[in-house]
């Protein structure tokens, strides 16, 4: 039986590159693009974001040339609901959230596989830097990290259930950058050599501050600035404007570099902190998931990363409660941050990860 496959194109290279090799498979494939917010709700979109109306023109032209159906899906509203609102949240209860994580979880891998699911088609296929394997031995599905080490994107994708593993497909996953654009070329697509998106897309002048005030319409107030011992080092803009080991933008003329070591809802405080203050070997972290195992039983070995660009540490990882990790770094961790993602590795395979609390 022909198998289906729908393609997340999002007006990039990748996504055009996964829809062309996919039917070079044999698959009947739809691109399909997901509308996530309304343009008035925060302004027009730039050049380098990833939901303008260009992106979607180059989306389609792209399908026109493969010669597959295409769609643009609304999902606005549980865009707004899953990675906005929650993006807001973070920032006023002193977290630092990752937007992108939460696209692929509830938009990605949840929305567009119901969407798959109600049309009968048999896989979601993206443009991620990742791979998937089938281990006969555990009977799990594993996820891999690319082959590309430079392009890997297996960090924000540890949020994949078994059940998403088994009808995902990562067609990039064996290539690098340059073979994606090189078949792009070749394939004459408008967009080969368009850049790489950057930016979180919602935010569109790449102040946190000024989408979270206009999508809220609240104003936040100002604070203190205190050391750790509660001195006052002076006034802060709001909460809003500050995450973990922050030292540019602090409006401070202090004796010595200090950095934000923490942020107080409650108290509406700002620590700040010597660079060493910054440091820790040991985190908490909720909303789990497991993909190589099923649970962690006992002590284990892994390495961890605690954001996207950093270099994976040795550590030692135990699951105390069914929802929640305790990772002790070997060596001291700089700006462990509540609300980003902490994901675990045993060699290229991800073992799972989970928010750090």
């Not at 959230?97 to 048999?122: G, H, S, T, V």
């Not at 440091?279 to 909720?286: D, I, P, V």
């Not at 954001?307 to 929640?324: F, I, S």
């Amino acid at each position: 039986m022909n198998k289906k496959a729908v393609i997340a194109m999002s007006g990039g290279v990748d996504s055009s590159v996964a829809a062309f090799l996919m039917k070079e498979q044999g698959y009947t494939c739809i691109g399909a693009t997901m509308k996530l917010f309304h343009n008035e709700d925060i302004g027009v979109c730039r050049e380098h974001t990833c939901c303008s109306l260009d992106d979607v023109e180059d989306a389609r032209s792209v399908a026109f040339s493969l010669g597959i159906p295409y769609y643009v899906f609304n999902f606005s509203q549980r865009f707004r609901e899953d990675v906005m609102e929650r993006f807001v949240d973070a920032y006023e209860n002193g977290r630092t959230p990752n937007p992108c994580i939460d696209c692929n979880r509830y938009l990605k891998f949840d929305k567009l596989f119901q969407r798959a699911k109600e049309i009968e088609y048999d896989y979601v296929v993206t443009g991620h830097y990742a791979q998937v394997e089938y281990d006969e031995v555990s009977g799990r599905y594993l996820l891999k990290k690319a082959l590309d080490d430079t392009k890997d994107q297996s960090y924000v994708l540890y949020s994949l259930t078994q059940q998403q593993l088994a009808h995902v497909k990562f067609p990039l996953g064996n290539l690098r950058k340059a073979q994606v654009r090189e078949i792009a070329e070749a394939q004459g697509f408008v967009n080969a050599r368009k850049h790489d998106s950057q930016d979180i897309c919602f935010v569109q002048n790449g102040s946190y501050a000024d989408f979270i005030r206009q999508f809220t319409g609240k104003d936040y107030p100002e604070g203190d600035f205190v050391d750790k011992d509660g001195n006052v080092l002076g006034r802060h803009a709001g909460i809003i404007h500050y995450t973990l080991g922050q030292r540019k933008g602090l409006g401070l003329a202090l004796k010595e570099p200090m950095y934000v070591t923490a942020i107080d809802p409650v108290s509406n405080t700002v620590r700040l902190g010597t660079h060493e203050e910054l440091f820790t070997k040991e985190l908490n972290a909720g909303d789990i998931n497991l993909i190589s195992v099923a649970e962690i039983e006992k002590p284990m070995r892994v390495k961890a990363k605690v954001r996207y660009r950093q270099k994976e540490q040795w550590a030692t990882v135990t699951q105390p409660e069914k929802d929640r990790l305790h990772i002790v770094f070997e060596e001291p961790q700089r700006a462990i941050t509540a609300g980003q993602a902490v994901v675990l590795y045993d060699d290229d395979v991800v073992v799972g990860g989970g928010t750090i609390l």
